[in-house]
């Protein structure tokens, strides 16, 4: 009796190959940008905190706990603050590698990763803005490499959120939380204040309608919030850029700028990133950084055709409906 799929085997190998000439793209793309590339070990110190829960805990022979690999954004910024504190700036690494995390809603999952970072450059708000330019071209230049023509690139603040947080007297803490979750009926009922600041963050739109309204206020993050956006507009990226005032990502560590990587095809995000300013200072030498990593299997699925496309993340509807991105969510 046949114990294999017929085929299975020719599955499998044909599988390797396409994610091996995806990576081969991505490190193209990446070392023709001045990126270098950096390896970390799989196995790490379990000294990440809450921003690591999710990885997996070993124990070596002497007893000593140890994570398995969870992420890379972490390892890095340890190596450039302990090993490379005086190094060339801003540094620019890429890498690409195995991670591993139990996802809620998922489970375990063992995940092919590339992505680089950005350590160190200029200061103040017009350099982060360059740092930020950078990064989200860079990620738009590696999806049109891959053959994701058709992407989007959902840009939050976690800064902004931050600064119209304390302006409405919010309870900072639930309020990130409830905007994590994107459960903005939660975020309404935290506080007294709380249904106007979900009605303002369940707004998305496109750049034109964000500058024409869409971002409130005028504080520092608010206003270096509105200058990324033009500036991606200058670089031609406005037509892939959903402005997402409300967006927050899981990390606590981030500082400024974060992202959302969607194609059509899969109904997840196929990469995120941001500005994480102070995660350097954990390991001693504070330092201004911005990366990204794609999800190399999600991208795949999403090139091949193979996840279920009425699933797709609401987002692209509705930023590619007659006449552009409205405002709320559906």
């Known amino acids: 009796m046949e114990s294999r799929p017929l085929g299975a085997l020719d599955a499998v190998l044909g599988a390797v190959a396409r994610r091996r ?48 690999r969870p992420d890379v954004t972490g390892p890095v910024a340890r190596l450039c603050a302990a090993g490379d504190a005086h190094g060339p700036r801003p540094r620019r690494l890429y890498y690409q590698a195995t991670i591993f995390r139990r996802i809620p809603g998922e489970g375990p999952r063992e995940i092919a990763q590339a992505g680089a970072e950005r350590i160190g450059g200029a200061g103040g708000a017009d350099g982060r803005i360059t740092g930020d330019a950078e990064v989200l071209q860079l990620v738009a230049e590696c999806l049109r490499r891959a053959g994701a023509e058709r992407h989007l690139l959902a840009v ?41 600041i ?31 956006l033009r500036a991606m507009t200058a670089a031609g990226l406005a037509q892939v850029v959903l402005v ?7 990390g606590s560590y981030y500082t400024g700028t974060v992202f959302e990587i969607l194609v059509p095809g899969v109904p ?14 954990r390991w001693g030498h504070p330092e201004q950084a911005v990366g990204f990593a794609l999800d190399c299997d999600r991208l795949l699925r999403a090139l091949d055709g193979e996840a279920p496309e009425e699933r797709t993340r609401h987002a692209w509807a509705a930023v590619r409906a007659p006449g552009g991105a409205g405002g709320g969510r559906a």
């Open 156 to 196: 939050g603040n976690a800064a902004y959120v931050r600064e119209r947080l304390a302006s409405a007297g919010m309870d900072a803490a639930a309020a990130e939380e409830a905007l994590r979750a994107r459960d903005f009926v939660g975020l309404a009922a935290t506080d007294s204040g709380g249904a106007g």
């Open 268 to 281: 997840w995000p196929v990469g995120d990133g941001g500005r994480y300013d102070r995660l350097l200072e």
């Open 21 to 68: 000439r995806l990576e081969g793209i991505l490190r193209q793309t990446l070392e023709q940008r001045g990126y270098l590339e950096v390896a970390v070990p799989l196995l790490q110190p379990t000294d990440g905190g809450a921003d690591w829960a999710a990885a997996y805990r070993v124990l070596d022979q002497d007893g000593r706990v140890m994570d398995l």
């Open 244 to 250: 997402e005032p409300g967006l927050l990502l899981p």
């Open 198 to 228: 979900a009605a303002e963050f369940s707004w998305r739109g496109d750049i034109a309608a964000a500058l024409d309204g869409g971002i409130r206020g005028d504080g520092p993050a608010a206003n270096e919030f509105a200058d990324l």
